[in-house]
């Protein structure tokens, strides 16, 4: 089926548009996958998701959700974001989960928050600021430690704008609460790292900062590090592996998706 569009209320700002690459129509009940773009500043849009489309043809409710600072959607909306960054945007991600309990299309007692980049960053944040509302996190590539980010900027394709997204968090105990790896003692759920060693975008060093500190509180966690792989998952092997230890983590921790699923 194709995707649909719809939009819900999170607890405060505005509205959030939402792509939802859903089973059949009639399915309900699915335990939902929130899976945040990454970018930040990015969108979702009508272009197959290969990530997306293999969640839902598993029998999974998937929610895309176009938080505040995502493009496409006005400056009020892109404005929205800027000094969020983990913050009031992760709100809205996480407030998906409720909107698809009121619809009846998903069991939200069986949630797990999916994401690449910043969307990895944002499922990482879950596992500690919203433990109570998913039971898993899936992080391929995802920031973990804000501070690190900062002060290795210059090694990262950062650009002036993503940097707006930051500037509230640079002060501060801001910055050390919304990251993941100076968390890590705070996890409530178990944790899929996947990243690449070559990645240039996000340094692999991010993954292995929160690995170690997961390590060290003695959380459930799988890490897996890819070999000569980009931050897009550009090798068809790479994209492969992502997707069979995704969909392993998620029968583990959520059950069989759906009646005649998979």
Not at 146 to 168: A, G, H
């Amino acid at each position: 089926p194709r995707p649909r569009w719809a939009t819900y209320k999170p607890r405060a700002g505005p509205e959030t548009p939402a792509r939802l690459p859903l089973p059949p129509p009639t399915a309900r009940g699915l335990p939902p996958i929130v899976m945040p773009h990454g970018g930040p500043g990015a969108r979702d849009t009508g272009r197959f998701d290969f990530i997306a489309g293999f969640l839902a043809a598993r029998g999974y409710a998937v929610l895309q959700p176009q938080f505040r600072g995502s493009f496409g959607y006005g400056s009020r909306h892109l404005e929205a974001g800027f000094g969020q960054w983990g913050m009031a945007m992760q709100d809205d991600v996480i407030d998906g989960l409720d909107w698809l309990r009121q619809e009846g299309i998903a069991d939200a007692s069986r949630a797990c928050v999916v994401g690449l980049s910043y969307g990895g960053y944002s499922a990482l944040v879950a596992a500690y600021k919203s433990p109570a509302k998913i039971r898993c996190v899936a992080s391929y590539a995802g920031v973990t430690d804000l501070p690190m980010l900062i002060r290795n900027r210059t090694l990262y394709r950062i650009d002036v704008r993503t940097m707006r997204y930051l500037q509230l968090a640079l002060k501060g105990d801001v910055l050390d609460a919304s990251s993941p790896a100076l968390n890590a003692a705070q996890f409530g759920v178990p944790a899929l790292v996947m990243h690449a060693d070559l990645d240039t975008n996000v340094l692999v060093e991010q993954s292995r900062s929160l690995v170690d500190a997961l390590k060290a509180a003695g959380k459930p966690h799988r890490y897996i590090e890819q070999q000569d792989g980009d931050h897009f998952l550009g090798v068809q092997a790479h994209r492969t592996q992502w997707l069979q230890e995704l969909d392993a983590f998620l029968r583990e921790h959520l059950g069989p998706p759906a009646a005649g699923a998979g």
